[in-house]
């Protein structure tokens, strides 16, 4: 980081209207105003480079403020752009809560092609079109199944890019069948949100795999620091190290699942993304998510969280017939709501917690 300079850092609202917002964001970018933070940052001033700070915590709980210049975040809002053919005028909606990078990408990319975006939440009964939007797959579940206002806004895009925790393919499947134009993106805070979409890097970024099969990804988008903890913030050779595993296939990034979703059950490997993704194709109308808590007998015995009308019987059937005895779950418990890690991430931890375990 540039530390010639020190630059002071104002939070970014997220009560503010969306024109505020965009006339602060843009005044960050150019230099002419303070710098933002958005979500949970203590930081007062940063160095003269940095344009907006993101707090962030991840399943340790542990804030990070990530902080970008305006190089990175003006580079990712150009590639997402000239992927999906944003061009001048073109007219994006806003879903996503203004404490998170997804949520104030969609305000720069708007920036970039001359307009505002609508701001969903504070909008009338009748949602307006636009032409492009960024949910997460809970919003795609709740529009398929339950919300027929959101539903018809998603249809009415050109693109829906949807990003922030891993997309069922069936959830996809049936999005497409209604008319929904999807575009599954992958990315962490640190690279300004999603920076590949449907597998391929957007401009300027480069993805590998590592021996141990982990996703690692660099680029013009990439974060400058961590403001808080910074000895945290490490490249090597530029690359940033995911947390997420993966593969290649004909060019394209397949992201299999988190490192740390994987459990050990009975001495067998258990994926709590596959379990997930098993059972999004036999119900495809519930929320399910997999979590382990430790257990005497099976070292980390697997439960399943589920919101809507279930058969728990029927569950457990359907899991140890499709993936062996090892994936009969033993507990399944009904909620109102998952708890969210940030957006769309489930928090296996705090499932962990709310059914009595530690």
Not at 159 to 177: D, F, H, I
Not at 235 to 254: A, Q, S, V, Y
Request: hydrophobic share 45%; proline share 4%; net charge negative.
């Amino acid at each position: 980081m540039d530390m010639s300079s020190q630059r002071e850092l104002h939070r970014g609202s997220p009560t503010r209207a969306i024109s505020q917002l965009a006339v602060e964001i843009t005044a960050a970018l150019d230099g002419s105003g303070p710098a933002l933070s958005f979500g949970q940052v203590r930081s007062k001033a940063v160095a003269g480079d940095i344009a907006i700070v993101i707090g962030t915590s991840g399943s340790s709980g542990l804030v990070k403020e990530v902080a970008f210049t305006r190089k990175a975040l003006i580079a990712s809002a150009q590639a997402s752009n000239a992927f999906i053919a944003a061009h001048r005028g073109a007219q994006f909606s806003l879903l996503l809560p203004l404490t998170h990078i997804a949520a104030v990408n969609v305000i720069i990319r708007s920036i970039e092609v001359g307009t505002l975006p609508v701001d969903l939440p504070n909008s009338s009964a009748q949602y307006p079109d636009a032409d492009f939007t960024s949910i997460v797959p809970t919003q795609l579940f709740r529009a398929l199944n339950s919300d027929a206002r959101l539903l018809r806004h998603l249809q009415s895009a050109q693109a829906v890019l949807v990003g922030g925790a891993a997309l069922a393919p069936s959830l996809r499947t049936q999005a497409e069948s209604v008319g929904i134009h999807l575009i599954e993106t992958y990315g962490m805070t640190e690279t300004c949100g999603g920076c590949i979409y449907d597998g391929q890097g957007l401009n300027g970024v480069e993805f590998a795999i590592t021996d141990n099969g982990v996703i690692k990804l660099r680029g013009t988008v990439m974060a400058t620091a961590y403001l808080n903890p910074p000895h945290q913030f490490e490249l090597n050779d530029g690359w940033f190290m995911t947390k997420d595993l993966g593969e290649i296939t004909n060019g394209k990034l397949h992201v299999l699942g988190r490192v740390d979703d994987v459990i050990i059950s009975g001495g067998e490997n258990l994926s709590l993304t596959s379990i997930e993704a098993t059972l999004a194709v036999r119900f495809p109308e519930l929320e399910c998510a997999a979590f382990a808590v430790d257990d005497l007998q099976w070292g980390q015995a697997l439960h399943i969280a589920v919101v809507g009308d279930v058969n728990e019987t029927e569950i457990s059937h359907y899991l140890e017939a499709a993936l062996g005895q090892i994936a009969k779950p033993k507990g399944i418990h009904l909620l109102q709501s998952l708890p969210l890690l940030g957006i769309g991430k489930v928090d296996r931890l705090a499932l962990a917690r709310m059914v009595g375990y530690e």
